[in-house]
């Protein structure tokens, strides 16, 4: 009959993915502390987990009225108007969010990621670095041997431009090699070792380097005055969608092209191919 306990025991299952227990224990404790917003707000995130997402907004709203000052519950119910496109709805809650934790950098992401969806991501670029900072961070920073880029002019300067996330969103962001080497007075683009050869067939100005090989030996890459993660470069010059380079950019290999066009026909007894593209 603790309430203290049954909200640990409760958070616990939570964490391990163990949400239908989490849920249980959650309303013992809601039940011996139906005001709880602490509670409250446990059990929304819960059945946001169990995929009741409706649901969870009323739990949310309803810590909220039990504490107008408990800024995780305003976070969360802006991850609710944000995941159902209530974006104005979604920026309210985040920046009574902030104003009540200011120190909480994911408050400060997830109302970054509701500005960009609104096509403004130069606004809010450098809150949106604070993947790389808060706490249940799964972006792992570079440590290079020079200055992180800060939004100051690439003129005169030879930057080096590493992508970050999996092999999509490399691919997705390459778009903007050619954009942005005319702005550096040199550049050098650092990714995935399986995308080297058909970024360097793509972009023959470009120096490109494998991630492991560029970590491994910043010699090879040489003197560089900025380092800047490719996502931070594309969101400080984006202010429209039409910023977006709609020229294509990749270069496949026309031998291994051949070669896998003539195994899949053979496969395919003579139906149409069709590829499948994604984007994130």
């Known amino acids: 009959d603790?309430?203290?306990?049954?909200?640990?025991?409760?958070?616990?299952?939570?964490?391990?993915g163990r949400?239908?227990?989490?849920?249980?224990?959650?309303?013992k404790s809601l039940d011996l502390e139906p005001n709880s917003a602490k509670a409250l707000n446990n059990m929304g995130r819960i059945r946001q987990m169990r995929g009741d997402l409706d649901g969870s907004g009323q739990w949310f709203k309803r810590a909220t009225t039990k504490a107008p000052d408990f800024g995780d519950a305003y976070n969360n119910l802006g991850n609710f108007y944000l995941y159902t496109d209530k974006i104005r709805e979604a920026i309210y809650h985040f920046d009574?969010?902030?104003?009540?934790?200011?120190?909480?950098l994911g408050f400060r992401f997830n109302r970054a990621i509701a500005i960009m969806s609104l096509?403004?991501?130069?606004?809010?670029?450098?809150?949106?670095?604070?993947?790389?900072?808060k706490s249940d961070n799964k972006v792992a920073a570079e440590d290079?041997?020079?200055?992180?880029?800060?939004?100051?002019?690439?003129?005169?300067?030879?930057?080096?431009?590493w992508a970050e996330q999996g092999i999509g969103d490399q691919v997705i962001f390459s778009?903007?090699?050619?954009?942005?080497?005319?702005?550096?007075?040199?550049?050098?683009?650092?990714?995935?070792m399986r995308l080297v050869s058909l970024f360097q067939r793509s972009f023959p100005t470009v120096p490109v380097f494998a991630r492991e090989d560029a970590l491994r030996n910043t010699d090879e890459i040489g003197h560089v005055d900025?380092?800047?993660p490719v996502v931070d470069l594309v969101c400080a010059a984006i202010n429209q969608p039409?910023?977006?380079?709609?020229?294509?950019?990749?270069?496949?290999?026309?031998?291994?092209?051949?070669?896998?066009?003539?195994?899949y026909l053979g496969q395919s007894g003579g139906r149409p191919l069709i590829g499948i593209s994604w984007r994130s």
């Open 2 to 16: 603790n309430v203290s306990a049954l909200d640990q025991i409760s958070n616990y299952l939570y964490a391990i």
């Open 19 to 27: 949400w239908k227990e989490a849920e249980k224990y959650c309303r």
């Open 96 to 104: 009574r969010a902030i104003e009540l934790k200011p120190e909480v």
């Open 119 to 133: 096509g403004n991501p130069a606004e809010v670029w450098r809150d949106h670095r604070a993947r790389f900072e």
């Open 144 to 161: 290079w041997p020079c200055p992180r880029w800060n939004g100051e002019s690439l003129a005169h300067k030879r930057a080096l431009i």
């Open 175 to 192: 778009r903007y090699a050619a954009h942005f080497s005319s702005q550096a007075q040199t550049q050098v683009f650092v990714c995935d």
């Open 226 to 228: 900025v380092h800047v």
């Open 242 to 263: 039409s910023d977006i380079p709609k020229v294509p950019q990749l270069i496949p290999d026309q031998d291994l092209t051949t070669k896998l066009r003539a195994k």
